[in-house]
Structure formats: C-alpha cells, structure tokens
C-alpha cells in the first residue's frame, strides 16, 4: 500500500514513498494546484496527502467511506470535492476541505469500478461490472441517463472534449463515446486492442485524441475526428495499468505492475523525420510516429483494426517486447485467430515456406501469458474479496457469542 511521488528533473531523484494504505492501491487523483493528492486501496481506505511531502512525520488524512474495497477516486477542479467508487455498488461525495461525507449515489446494481466530474463538477459519470455508463447530476443526485450499449463490465469512464461526450471502454476491448447533449452513441470502436481487456483511456485536454491503455501490453492513440486508429505505441513487456495526459497535452505517463513510462506525443510522419529528440525525450522509453494510410471510415462506424507496427530503429525496449506483424496471408491468420473466428481458410501447406512461423508462434504465446496475467490478478481479487468477507464473518461471529455470552450473565444474576 505505498504511493510513490516522482519528480521529473533531470537527475531524476529517488521517489518520495507514501505509506499509509494496509491494502493495495487501487486509484490516484492530484489536484490541479499540486497542493494535494488522493489515493484509494482495496483496504476500503482513501487518504488525503497535503504538501509539502518531504515532512516524514506528516501523515494523511484517512476517510473510511465504504466498507468495501474504493476502485476509483477524482478530485473536482475547484479542490473543493472527492468522488470515491467501490465495490460496494455505491458512489459518494465528500468534502474535501471539511472531510466529511456529502451525498451518495445509487443505481449501479454491481461494483462500481470507475467514476469522474466534469469539468465544473456538475454532473458525474461512472461505470461498472453492471455493463452500464450513468450520468449523474451532482446537485439534484439524480442520474440523468444509463447507457446500455456496452457488452462487458465497465473498466473506465470519463469526459472529453469540453464535457460534451462520455468515453467508456470495457472488459471486452470496445471503447463506446457518446453524446451528452443527445444522450446517444456517437462512435463505437469494437476490440480495440484485439480483444484484450482496456484497463484505461484518457482523453487529450485540447484535441480529438484518445488514449488507451491495456492488457496486451500495447498503448494506442485514436483520432476522434477521423474515426481510426492513429498510432501503436509499444514499450511495456507487462499487462498496463494505467494512462493519464499531463494538462499541457504534450506527454502522457502509463504504468504497469513494475514500471511508469513517461513519453511524448507522436509526431506526424513529416515533422518527425525533420525534428531534432532533445535528450530528455530521448532518454525516455521510444514512442511511435506512424500513422495509418487507410481510408476515411464512418465515425459511427467500428474502427478499423490496423495491425500493430514496430517502434522505428533503434528501439530494442519495443523491438523485443512485442515484435513485428507483417503482411500477408500470415498477418490475416493471426488477426483471424486473435478475434476468435472459428475456421481459418488458409492452410498450413501454403505456410511451410514462411520463415514467419516461429514469431508467429512467438506472438501468440506473448498474447497468452498476457491472458493469464490478467486471469491471475482476478483471481488474486477474489481470494482478496474472500479473505476480508471471512475476517468480516469472522468478526461478527465473535460479536454475536460476546453478546450471547452477556446476556446469559444477565438472566443467570439473581434479582
């Protein structure tokens, strides 16, 4: 349950280390001022951090507002409020000047697993295991409208573009935008990432850009405005976590269970060739300048799923972590297998010759231990889920003899 607070200097110092939580931490949320910063755990805890962080005795303000594990928490633009998310199927408001619990929101009918404001902190939009996106008007706590369009359990939910559309992906590697202000699907993008499971996006603060993040070990950058896929980013050798924009919109940071990446926007394939790396970028994990060539697709479309493309030379940290698809018949197999068809029309006979059997190989066992790293932090979930129920039972098992064993003192005493 430690938080570590990173500078970006560059001598890059050893991180500040935040330790309060018992349990693992599950979500961050810093404020606009940098003055403060949240963080949640699967303990069912959220602390408060104040600056300055360098004091050793300074500890946090701890808030215990739900009785099961917080997934997600956001702070609003003001610093004036917190929104936390848990398992316990409920959202909650605080105050954070105050510390004290404001007003909850019920509908979700499964555990909430993502919740944020707007920009002004009028309305709220979460998403969980339910399968659905509600919209949430903070004054009135009421929800404005459930979103039904998604087939799995909400794994992250936001605003984007001055608060006029909602962003949702899922379990199911789709990524579904919607309008506010008609309250209806605008853009629907299906296996994003080729069926693994999206743990984040983020939308860019000034442009028709997102950002996802997830378990097959890949980052990729959607254009809004055009309806497609933009860039592959590769890097990471595990399942990733997590992706954020800094306010300016000129890097983004992504994490997974070892390493946090911090990297710059991809260029365009023009400016890239003749722009100068400073060293600080280059000093960074490589990032992808590619842009895709196909046509124009309808917005309200699928995507169209290019296939992945290698970081340009020298780039052994990419190079190595996931390889190169090219193509051919080859590349159709694959797509063909990660998207679950049933039966492959190419035949093995017409592959002998292909010296591209061995990564083909290669990648697929990549993609399946990536599969199994997600199955086995689920699993560790639930046995986490299952050791704090029986301590919880367990707890209340000894109330409940405590009290037998009183009143029967009670009946037994002469009067």
Same mark, same amino acid.
Request: net charge negative; with cysteine; hydrophobic share 40%.
């Given at each position: 349950?430690?938080?570590?607070?990173?500078?970006?200097?560059?001598?890059?110092?050893?991180?500040?280390?935040?330790?309060?939580?018992?349990?693992?931490?599950?979500?961050?949320?810093?404020?606009? /001022?940098?003055?403060?910063?949240?963080?949640?755990?699967?303990? /069912?805890?959220?602390?408060?951090?104040?600056?300055?962080?360098?004091?050793?005795?300074?500890?946090?303000?701890?808030?215990?507002?739900?009785?099961?594990?917080?997934?997600?928490?956001?702070?609003?633009?003001?610093?004036?409020?917190?929104?936390?998310? @848990?398992?316990?199927?409920?959202?909650?408001?605080?105050?954070?000047?105050?510390?004290?619990?404001?007003?909850?929101? &019920?509908?979700?009918?499964?555990?909430?697993?993502?919740?944020?404001?707007?920009?002004?902190?009028?309305?709220?939009?979460?998403?969980?295991?339910?399968?659905?996106?509600?919209?949430?008007?903070?004054?009135?706590?009421?929800?404005?409208?459930?979103?039904?369009?998604?087939?799995?359990?909400?794994?992250? /939910?936001?605003?984007?573009?001055?608060?006029?559309?909602?962003?949702?992906?899922?379990?199911?590697?789709?990524?579904?935008?919607?309008?506010?202000?008609?309250?209806?699907?605008?853009?629907?993008?299906?296996?994003?990432?080729?069926?693994?499971?999206?743990?984040?996006?983020?939308?860019?603060?000034?442009?028709?850009?997102?950002?996802?993040?997830?378990?097959?070990? =890949?980052?990729?950058?959607?254009?809004?405005?055009?309806?497609?896929?933009?860039?592959?980013?590769?890097?990471?050798?595990?399942?990733?976590?997590?992706?954020?924009?800094?306010? =300016?919109?000129?890097?983004?940071?992504?994490?997974?269970?070892?390493?946090?990446?911090?990297?710059?926007? %991809?260029? %365009? %394939?023009?400016?890239?060739?003749?722009?100068?790396?400073?060293?600080?970028?280059?000093?960074?994990?490589?990032?992808?300048?590619?842009?895709?060539?196909?046509?124009?697709?309808?917005?309200?479309?699928?995507?169209? =799923?290019?296939?992945?493309?290698?970081? %340009?030379?020298?780039?052994?940290?990419?190079? @190595?972590?996931?390889?190169?698809?090219?193509?051919?018949? &080859?590349? =159709?197999?694959?797509?063909?297998?990660?998207?679950?068809?049933?039966?492959?029309?190419?035949?093995?006979?017409?592959?002998?010759?292909?010296?591209?059997?061995?990564?083909?190989?290669?990648?697929?066992?990549?993609?399946?231990?990536?599969?199994?790293?997600?199955?086995?932090?689920?699993?560790?979930?639930?046995?986490?889920?299952?050791?704090?129920?029986?301590?919880?039972?367990?707890?209340?098992?000894?109330?409940?003899?405590?009290?037998?064993?009183?009143?029967?003192?009670?009946?037994?005493?002469?009067?």
């Amino acid at each position: 349950g430690t938080v570590l607070l990173w500078t970006l200097t560059p001598n890059r110092p050893r991180p500040i280390r935040l330790g309060a939580h018992k349990g693992a931490v599950t979500s961050l949320a810093a404020s606009s /001022s940098g003055k403060s910063l949240v963080s949640s755990s699967q303990d /069912s805890s959220v602390c408060v951090w104040r600056s300055p962080w360098e004091k050793p005795s300074k500890k946090p303000s701890t808030l215990k507002l739900h009785f099961l594990p917080v997934r997600s928490i956001d702070l609003s633009f003001d610093e004036r409020f917190l929104l936390t998310a @848990s398992d316990d199927k409920t959202i909650k408001l605080s105050s954070l000047t105050e510390r004290k619990f404001v007003a909850s929101y &019920l509908g979700h009918s499964n555990w909430v697993r993502a919740a944020s404001f707007s920009s002004t902190a009028s309305h709220i939009v979460s998403g969980g295991d339910d399968k659905t996106v509600r919209l949430w008007d903070v004054e009135r706590k009421s929800c404005l409208q459930s979103f039904h369009d998604s087939a799995s359990s909400i794994t992250c /939910s936001c605003f984007g573009l001055d608060d006029n559309i909602i962003v949702a992906s899922s379990w199911d590697s789709s990524i579904n935008i919607w309008d506010v202000r008609a309250f209806g699907l605008r853009q629907h993008y299906g296996r994003a990432h080729g069926g693994s499971p999206i743990t984040q996006v983020a939308v860019h603060p000034f442009r028709d850009l997102l950002l996802s993040a997830a378990a097959d070990r =890949q980052l990729r950058l959607w254009d809004l405005r055009m309806g497609r896929l933009q860039d592959t980013i590769l890097g990471h050798d595990r399942p990733i976590h997590s992706c954020a924009w800094d306010d =300016q919109g000129e890097h983004f940071a992504s994490c997974d269970s070892e390493l946090v990446f911090y990297w710059s926007l %991809p260029l %365009p %394939p023009k400016a890239a060739e003749t722009a100068e790396v400073s060293p600080e970028v280059a000093e960074m994990p490589p990032e992808v300048a590619e842009v895709e060539e196909d046509g124009r697709p309808d917005p309200d479309l699928h995507a169209e =799923q290019p296939a992945p493309r290698p970081c %340009p030379e020298p780039c052994p940290e990419a190079g @190595s972590a996931a390889g190169e698809v090219r193509s051919g018949s &080859l590349e =159709q197999m694959l797509e063909a297998a990660w998207a679950g068809e049933k039966a492959i029309q190419t035949k093995v006979s017409d592959l002998k010759d292909q010296p591209d059997l061995p990564e083909a190989a290669a990648l697929m066992l990549e993609k399946m231990v990536a599969d199994m790293d997600v199955l086995t932090n689920l699993l560790q979930s639930i046995e986490a889920r299952m050791a704090h129920t029986e301590a919880t039972t367990a707890e209340l098992a000894q109330l409940l003899k405590h009290r037998a064993a009183e009143s029967s003192v009670d009946t037994s005493a002469p009067k």
